[in-house]
Protein backbone atom coordinates (compact mmCIF):
# COMPACT_ATOMS: atom_id res chain seq x y z
CA UNK A 1 0.00 0.00 0.00
CA UNK A 2 1.13 3.13 -1.24
CA UNK A 3 1.87 5.67 1.56
CA UNK A 4 3.13 9.51 1.18
CA UNK A 5 5.37 10.64 3.71
CA UNK A 6 6.37 14.81 4.02
CA UNK A 7 9.44 15.92 5.41
CA UNK A 8 9.76 19.23 6.64
CA UNK A 9 12.44 21.17 8.47
CA UNK A 10 10.67 23.78 10.38
CA UNK A 11 9.83 21.04 12.76
CA UNK A 12 13.42 20.03 13.65
CA UNK A 13 13.19 21.23 17.59
CA UNK A 14 9.73 19.14 17.75
CA UNK A 15 11.11 16.08 18.65
CA UNK A 16 13.88 14.36 20.87
CA UNK A 17 13.87 10.88 21.18
CA UNK A 18 15.15 9.69 17.13
CA UNK A 19 17.37 11.45 14.67
CA UNK A 20 16.66 13.18 11.35
CA UNK A 21 17.20 10.85 8.40
CA UNK A 22 19.96 12.24 6.74
CA UNK A 23 21.11 15.93 5.39
CA UNK A 24 18.31 18.30 6.11
CA UNK A 25 15.55 15.28 5.84
CA UNK A 26 13.33 16.16 9.16
CA UNK A 27 9.99 15.85 9.98
CA UNK A 28 6.89 13.49 8.41
CA UNK A 29 3.60 13.57 8.11
CA UNK A 30 1.94 10.12 6.65
CA UNK A 31 -1.76 8.98 5.93
CA UNK A 32 -1.17 5.14 7.25
CA UNK A 33 -0.57 3.08 9.90
CA UNK A 34 0.67 0.40 7.81
CA UNK A 35 4.48 -0.33 7.98
CA UNK A 36 4.78 -2.04 5.09
CA UNK A 37 4.79 -1.66 1.83
CA UNK A 38 5.94 1.53 -0.24
CA UNK A 39 6.45 5.05 0.97
CA UNK A 40 6.95 7.85 -0.83
CA UNK A 41 8.72 10.67 1.22
CA UNK A 42 8.42 13.92 -0.32
CA UNK A 43 11.54 15.83 1.38
CA UNK A 44 12.58 19.45 1.76
CA UNK A 45 15.78 20.99 2.83
CA UNK A 46 15.92 22.93 6.26
CA UNK A 47 17.50 25.70 3.93
CA UNK A 48 17.56 24.92 0.41
CA UNK A 49 20.60 24.83 -1.58
CA UNK A 50 19.19 27.54 -4.20
CA UNK A 51 22.53 28.49 -5.69
CA UNK A 52 26.33 27.12 -6.98
CA UNK A 53 27.58 29.85 -3.70
CA UNK A 54 25.16 28.25 -1.03
CA UNK A 55 25.66 24.46 -2.51
CA UNK A 56 29.81 25.03 -1.88
CA UNK A 57 29.46 27.33 0.89
CA UNK A 58 27.45 24.39 3.12
CA UNK A 59 29.29 21.41 2.00
CA UNK A 60 32.44 19.88 4.00
CA UNK A 61 33.61 17.77 0.82
CA UNK A 62 32.87 18.14 -2.93
CA UNK A 63 34.72 15.37 -5.10
CA UNK A 64 33.95 14.24 -8.64
CA UNK A 65 33.69 10.54 -8.34
CA UNK A 66 32.77 7.30 -10.18
CA UNK A 67 29.95 5.10 -7.65
CA UNK A 68 31.74 1.67 -7.55
CA UNK A 69 28.92 -0.31 -5.55
CA UNK A 70 25.71 0.19 -3.61
CA UNK A 71 25.54 -1.79 -0.44
CA UNK A 72 22.57 -3.90 0.08
CA UNK A 73 19.27 -1.60 1.84
CA UNK A 74 18.28 -1.37 5.41
CA UNK A 75 15.36 -0.83 6.74
CA UNK A 76 14.83 0.94 9.98
CA UNK A 77 12.17 2.60 12.19
CA UNK A 78 11.29 6.21 11.84
CA UNK A 79 8.56 6.18 14.24
CA UNK A 80 6.28 3.54 15.44
CA UNK A 81 4.17 3.05 12.45
CA UNK A 82 6.51 4.46 10.08
CA UNK A 83 9.95 2.35 8.23
CA UNK A 84 12.27 3.98 6.56
CA UNK A 85 14.68 2.32 3.90
CA UNK A 86 18.42 3.49 2.95
CA UNK A 87 21.11 2.06 0.62
CA UNK A 88 24.17 3.46 0.74
CA UNK A 89 26.92 3.48 -1.88
CA UNK A 90 30.68 3.24 -2.19
CA UNK A 91 31.81 5.91 -4.19
CA UNK A 92 35.28 6.43 -5.60
CA UNK A 93 36.78 9.52 -5.87
CA UNK A 94 38.59 10.82 -8.64
CA UNK A 95 38.91 14.32 -7.51
CA UNK A 96 38.68 16.47 -4.62
CA UNK A 97 37.21 20.06 -5.20
CA UNK A 98 36.61 21.17 -1.85
CA UNK A 99 37.86 19.16 1.73
CA UNK A 100 39.69 16.47 2.41
CA UNK A 101 39.81 12.78 3.63
CA UNK A 102 42.36 10.87 5.47
CA UNK A 103 45.34 10.25 3.94
CA UNK A 104 45.66 7.65 1.15
CA UNK A 105 41.77 7.04 1.53
CA UNK A 106 40.17 7.39 -2.17
CA UNK A 107 36.77 6.47 -1.42
CA UNK A 108 33.63 7.14 0.57
CA UNK A 109 30.55 5.83 1.95
CA UNK A 110 27.58 8.21 0.88
CA UNK A 111 24.07 7.43 2.39
CA UNK A 112 20.86 7.41 1.19
CA UNK A 113 17.19 7.48 1.46
CA UNK A 114 15.31 5.15 -0.86
CA UNK A 115 15.85 1.52 -1.80
CA UNK A 116 13.75 -2.21 -1.07
CA UNK A 117 14.54 -4.12 1.84
CA UNK A 118 11.75 -7.03 2.41
CA UNK A 119 7.93 -5.99 2.47
CA UNK A 120 9.25 -2.10 2.94
CA UNK A 121 10.31 0.40 0.10
CA UNK A 122 10.81 3.75 0.19
CA UNK A 123 10.96 6.17 -2.74
CA UNK A 124 12.36 9.72 -2.79
CA UNK A 125 10.07 12.21 -4.72
CA UNK A 126 12.02 14.29 -7.12
CA UNK A 127 15.75 12.16 -5.66
CA UNK A 128 16.82 9.09 -7.27
CA UNK A 129 19.19 7.37 -5.71
CA UNK A 130 22.95 6.81 -7.20
CA UNK A 131 23.64 4.76 -10.53
CA UNK A 132 26.45 2.10 -10.06
CA UNK A 133 28.98 2.94 -12.74
CA UNK A 134 28.16 6.78 -12.81
CA UNK A 135 29.90 9.45 -12.46
CA UNK A 136 29.01 12.53 -10.40
CA UNK A 137 30.21 15.99 -8.44
CA UNK A 138 28.95 15.41 -5.06
CA UNK A 139 28.25 17.94 -2.15
CA UNK A 140 28.23 15.94 1.06
CA UNK A 141 28.60 16.91 4.67
CA UNK A 142 30.00 14.26 6.89
CA UNK A 143 27.15 11.66 8.90
CA UNK A 144 29.33 9.42 11.03
CA UNK A 145 27.08 10.59 14.07
CA UNK A 146 24.37 8.25 13.58
CA UNK A 147 24.33 4.75 15.44
CA UNK A 148 21.14 3.35 13.98
CA UNK A 149 22.84 2.05 10.72
CA UNK A 150 25.97 0.58 11.70
CA UNK A 151 29.19 1.69 9.49
CA UNK A 152 31.46 -1.08 9.46
CA UNK A 153 32.94 -0.52 6.14
CA UNK A 154 35.82 1.85 7.54
CA UNK A 155 35.15 4.34 5.62
CA UNK A 156 34.17 7.98 6.18
CA UNK A 157 30.26 8.40 5.66
CA UNK A 158 28.84 11.47 4.02
CA UNK A 159 25.10 12.00 2.98
CA UNK A 160 24.34 14.58 0.37
CA UNK A 161 23.79 18.45 1.20
CA UNK A 162 20.32 19.95 -0.07
CA UNK A 163 18.79 16.77 -0.67
CA UNK A 164 17.99 17.04 -4.89
CA UNK A 165 20.64 19.85 -5.43
CA UNK A 166 23.86 18.16 -3.73
CA UNK A 167 23.96 15.80 -7.11
CA UNK A 168 25.23 16.76 -10.27
CA UNK A 169 25.39 13.88 -13.21
CA UNK A 170 28.27 13.90 -15.45
CA UNK A 171 27.09 13.28 -18.88
CA UNK A 172 29.83 12.68 -21.45
CA UNK A 173 31.77 14.77 -19.75
CA UNK A 174 28.83 17.73 -19.29
CA UNK A 175 27.24 18.46 -15.79
CA UNK A 176 23.44 17.65 -15.58
CA UNK A 177 21.42 18.44 -12.00
CA UNK A 178 18.53 16.78 -10.97
CA UNK A 179 15.47 18.73 -12.83
CA UNK A 180 14.00 20.45 -9.14
CA UNK A 181 17.23 22.38 -8.53
CA UNK A 182 16.58 26.04 -8.50
CA UNK A 183 17.46 28.04 -11.86
CA UNK A 184 20.51 29.30 -10.84
CA UNK A 185 22.12 25.88 -10.44
CA UNK A 186 20.31 24.59 -13.91
CA UNK A 187 22.04 27.31 -15.13
CA UNK A 188 24.86 24.92 -15.16
CA UNK A 189 23.78 22.15 -16.82
CA UNK A 190 25.66 21.64 -19.86
CA UNK A 191 28.75 22.60 -18.75
CA UNK A 192 32.04 20.79 -19.24
CA UNK A 193 33.16 19.29 -15.76
CA UNK A 194 36.47 20.64 -15.66
CA UNK A 195 35.50 24.64 -16.33
CA UNK A 196 32.89 23.51 -13.53
CA UNK A 197 35.05 22.09 -11.26
CA UNK A 198 37.25 24.77 -11.21
CA UNK A 199 34.33 27.32 -10.34
CA UNK A 200 33.45 24.72 -7.51
CA UNK A 201 37.51 25.56 -6.51
CA UNK A 202 37.57 29.45 -7.07
CA UNK A 203 33.82 29.16 -4.71
CA UNK A 204 35.69 27.12 -1.98
CA UNK A 205 38.42 29.16 -1.95
CA UNK A 206 36.20 32.50 -1.85
CA UNK A 207 36.29 33.71 -4.92
CA UNK A 208 33.29 36.44 -6.45
CA UNK A 209 31.22 35.85 -3.00
CA UNK A 210 30.43 39.04 -1.44
CA UNK A 211 29.64 38.69 2.37
CA UNK A 212 26.42 40.57 2.09
CA UNK A 213 26.00 37.55 -0.73
CA UNK A 214 27.21 34.24 1.41
CA UNK A 215 24.93 33.01 3.31
CA UNK A 216 24.45 30.30 6.79
CA UNK A 217 25.14 26.98 5.09
CA UNK A 218 22.24 25.37 3.50
CA UNK A 219 21.82 22.36 6.02
CA UNK A 220 23.38 21.90 9.80
CA UNK A 221 24.52 18.75 10.15
CA UNK A 222 21.93 16.74 11.73
CA UNK A 223 19.44 19.47 13.39
CA UNK A 224 16.87 17.45 14.81
CA UNK A 225 14.87 14.24 15.00
CA UNK A 226 11.97 13.73 12.58
CA UNK A 227 8.95 14.24 14.39
CA UNK A 228 5.59 12.72 12.54
CA UNK A 229 1.94 13.72 13.33
CA UNK A 230 -1.09 12.01 10.77
CA UNK A 231 -3.08 13.91 8.74
Not at 126 to 139: K, M, T
Amino acid sequence: MLRQCIMVGFLILACQNCQNLLQGQESAKRTEKHREGKSVLKLIPVNPADSLEQLVSGSELIVDCTVGSTHQPVARNASERLVIVETHAIVLVNTILKGSLPKEANSVLVAQVGGRSGASETEVDRDGLLEEGSRYVLFLQRDDSRAEIVNNTGLSRFGVVGVWSGKAKISDGRVQFLPSVSKALAMYNGQDVLSFGQRVRDLAAGKYISPEVLPAPPLPPHPGPPAASRK
